[in-house]
């Protein structure tokens, strides 16, 4: 497990009231339907982004963590100045990104996990001499910086290559690299991680890591991969349907729902589910494949009284305890949400 220190320092990213509507037109069904929506004046609109409110300090690695359309893609492109905010406003080290998008383009890295940002038909070597030149990085911090995410993130051994013929894994560590040449001073990372082996997820976090403890990078990190953000965020802010639903240390929302644990044991005992003891609703069960979870507030019920009732009742041949996930605890939040 990688461990961040967090030194607080100046504000980077301060977001006040941010509000993003879209407009859509209102489609009309069957073919016939296709053309009249063409020309319809009728629309619908979607707040992506609601009144949202937050400040970034120099030195942060946030999670930035939501469903599916929960509006954090929308939010970053307002934070780098790629979509101008329908209310409310951004500044990033001062500055409001879409005024003054090539002052904060100096300041900012972004990766877009989905798409490049890399030429594709030239060798990712030559693409970072064209960013060098770019961002004016002089030649000796250019080999520095150069030489660090070579050995971090492994890039010698496709450094040559056209970027076209790069698997997901290496362009994507190149991706991350052209994205932090000019050695900005903020990184947002729109799930830098999707759809990677193991081996690169580190390499990645590995390198995050290093740049934000070094170089003092602030990172905006948005992800579905839950080890992510346990292994790189010390502070997660939590979008759904637009608005922020939790904003604060990452230890604190793991603990929101109590001290919870999960129990999974092998049992070849015959029960019926409805029959097991719930110790007064304390302790829930569910069936997985071949074994059964139970789930509890160990503030609530003595950790060895269900130990014991798993052993002597269920007769248990295997167990294993664990806390609750931080995915978990991610899906009861937006679960919370959805109710209200
Ligand atoms: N250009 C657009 N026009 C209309 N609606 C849009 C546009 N861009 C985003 N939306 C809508 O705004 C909402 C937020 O989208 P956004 O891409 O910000 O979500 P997200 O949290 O990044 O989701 P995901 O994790 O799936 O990438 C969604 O309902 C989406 O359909």
Redesign the pocket.
């Known amino acids: 497990m990688i461990h961040i220190v967090v030194n607080v320092g100046d504000v980077m990213i301060e977001v006040k009231d941010l509000t993003k509507e879209?407009k859509?037109p209102i489609r009309k069904e069957g073919v016939f339907g296709m053309f009249k929506t063409l020309f319809s004046r009728k629309y619908e609109t979607?707040v992506?982004v609601n009144h949202i409110n937050f400040t970034i300090h120099d030195g942060e690695i946030v999670g930035y963590i939501?469903?599916?359309?929960?509006?954090?893609?929308?939010?970053i492109k307002m934070m780098c100045g790629i979509l101008t905010p329908t209310g409310g406003n951004v500044l990033i080290d001062g500055i409001e990104p879409n005024k003054k998008r090539k002052v904060v383009a100096s300041k900012i890295g972004v990766v877009f996990g989905q798409k490049t940002q890399l030429w594709w038909d030239i060798p990712l070597i030559e693409s970072f001499k064209v960013l060098k030149e770019v961002y004016l990085v002089p030649d000796e911090d250019y080999k520095e910086r150069l030489e660090f995410l070579s050995d971090t993130l492994g890039l010698n051994e496709f450094m040559n290559q056209p970027v076209r013929t790069l698997s997901l894994g290496q362009r994507m560590r190149a991706d991350l690299a052209a994205s932090w040449l000019h050695n900005p001073k903020i990184l947002f990372l729109d799930e830098p991680t999707i759809g990677l082996d193991v081996l690169v997820k580190e390499k990645i976090r590995k390198a995050i890591k290093t740049m934000n403890q070094k170089y003092h990078t602030t990172v905006i990190l948005?992800t579905?991969d839950m080890q992510d953000v346990e292994d790189l965020c010390s502070r997660i802010i939590m979008?759904e349907k637009g608005n922020i639903i939790y904003d604060g240390p990452l230890k604190d929302i793991k603990y929101r729902f109590g001290d919870l644990r999960t129990l999974t044991i092998k049992t070849k005992e015959e029960y019926k589910i409805e029959e097991l003891n719930t110790f007064d609703n304390r302790v829930s069960y569910q069936e997985n494949e071949d074994s059964l979870v139970l789930q509890f507030n160990a503030d609530k019920i003595d950790i060895k009284d269900v130990i014991d009732y798993c052993f002597h009742k269920l007769s248990a041949s295997d167990l294993k305890i664990s806390e609750i996930s931080i995915e978990d605890v991610v899906k009861n939040l937006l679960e919370e949400a959805e109710k209200c």
């Open positions: 879209f859509k979607k992506a939501g469903s599916n359309g929960a509006g954090k893609s929308t939010s948005t579905h979008i």
